[in-house]
């Protein structure tokens, strides 16, 4: 099973930046693509960003130009640089994975506890 742990959220002013960490363990076939998602109070979880295993990225039209996404395959760690923060950016973010158990077996998705980030003056 594929565990998925984040870290580097916290309270930032707006304008400011923020790094949040996804690291990925378990003994695993493969980690596919892997996703950033955020829930804020009140509203459903959306998707944030996205990259495949292969580097193929997409973001969600309201963080273009703002988030980067990325991850090292190798250290099994996947990142959201997140520049320009706006109050509207406050949520819980979480990391996803899809991957492969064994292989030939169907693909499972994995979920991170989450981490807070507050974007406010």
């Known amino acids: 099973q594929l565990q998925l742990v984040e870290s580097g959220g916290g309270l930032v002013q707006p304008g400011g930046s923020l790094r949040l960490t996804c690291e990925a363990s378990?003994?695993?076939?493969?980690?596919?693509?892997m996703r950033w998602f955020r829930q804020a109070p009140g509203k459903q979880r959306e998707l944030v960003a996205s990259i495949t295993r292969g580097g193929q990225i997409n973001y969600a039209d309201f963080v273009k130009g703002r988030f980067t996404i990325s991850r090292h395959n190798g250290l099994n760690m996947m990142y959201l640089e997140m520049n320009s923060l706006k109050p509207e950016d406050t949520a819980v973010y979480y990391c996803n994975a899809a991957y492969l158990a064994a292989w030939g077996t169907d693909p499972r998705d994995a979920w991170g506890q989450g981490t807070q980030v507050t974007v406010s003056s």
């Open positions: 378990g003994n695993v076939f493969n980690t596919g693509t």
